[in-house]
């Protein structure tokens, strides 16, 4: 009798205790996860990506033009290649540009007879090599100086590795803070059609990034330095609050 009051005793406080427990593991389950829920709606937000792209035109050109002769004695392939230039010299006075939109390049000399040459056989033993550079703004006179070489090669100039003028746009710092404007308000579009279909009023800028500015060729095809026609876009990055 004295025993089973022992643990009648005994029983009661423990299961007390136990259910105090288990009310507080209840308890403090519902909170973790009422947090976790706050945290969730405190930290709703939509990232969007806004494009801009613009069409320009280059306004530099760089003209390069490399030219050779060879033959067996130096002094002969010297003059030779001085009368080449003489004849290019002329051909761009013609074509309009200014002597100082005109500079000359190093001038190249191979001797197929020195040590570095010497498993070459045959052939002539000197090979000379001279380039003009031509650096204007005027682009459209470049476009119709390269489609006029011919006139040079009918002259005799032999015309090596031409790979046509490079066309550069200089003025990005002029087109660049209305092309971010009109990526920032694409963006924003894109945010606020995501808001109104989750049925959530558009909050705030959380986080922004703007993308590097990239300039292709206006048709997506072919070397962009290739071409004057080309075509300016920027990315930017925004993350806006959900309320």
Do not use: C, H, W
């Not at 308890?27 to 930290?43: E, K, P, Y």
């Not at 309009?96 to 010497?118: F, H, I, K, N, W």
């Not at 470049?142 to 015309?159: F, I, S, Y």
């Amino acid at each position: 009798m004295n025993d089973n009051s022992i643990d009648t005793a005994r029983l009661i406080p423990a299961a007390v205790f136990g259910g105090l427990v288990a009310v507080g593991l209840i308890g403090g389950g519902a909170l973790i996860g009422q947090g976790v829920i706050n945290a969730r709606a405190g930290d709703r937000s939509v990232t969007v990506r806004g494009l801009a792209e613009k069409d320009v035109k280059a306004d530099l050109a760089v003209l390069p033009i490399r030219f050779t002769t060879s033959g067996d004695v130096l002094s002969e392939v010297q003059s030779r290649i001085d009368g080449d230039l003489a004849i290019v010299r002329q051909f761009l006075k013609a074509q309009g540009y200014p002597d100082d939109a005109v500079d000359l390049g190093q001038l190249g000399v191979a001797d197929t007879r020195s040590r570095e040459y010497m498993s070459q056989t045959g052939g002539p033993r000197f090979i000379l090599t001279q380039t003009v550079i031509v650096r204007t703004t005027d682009v459209d006179r470049v476009q119709t100086t390269t489609r006029n070489l011919n006139d040079l090669v009918r002259q005799g100039v032999v015309l090596q590795d031409f790979n046509g003028p490079s066309y550069i746009f200089t003025k990005l710092n002029d087109v660049r803070p209305a092309m971010i404007a009109e990526a920032t308000a694409a963006a924003r579009s894109g945010a606020e059609q995501f808001a109104k279909d989750s049925g959530a009023p558009l909050g705030p800028i959380k986080t922004a990034g703007q993308g590097s500015f990239e300039i292709l060729s206006r048709d997506g095809t072919g070397d962009e330095a290739g071409t004057p026609n080309k075509k300016v876009r920027v990315v930017t990055t925004i993350s806006y609050r959900l309320k």
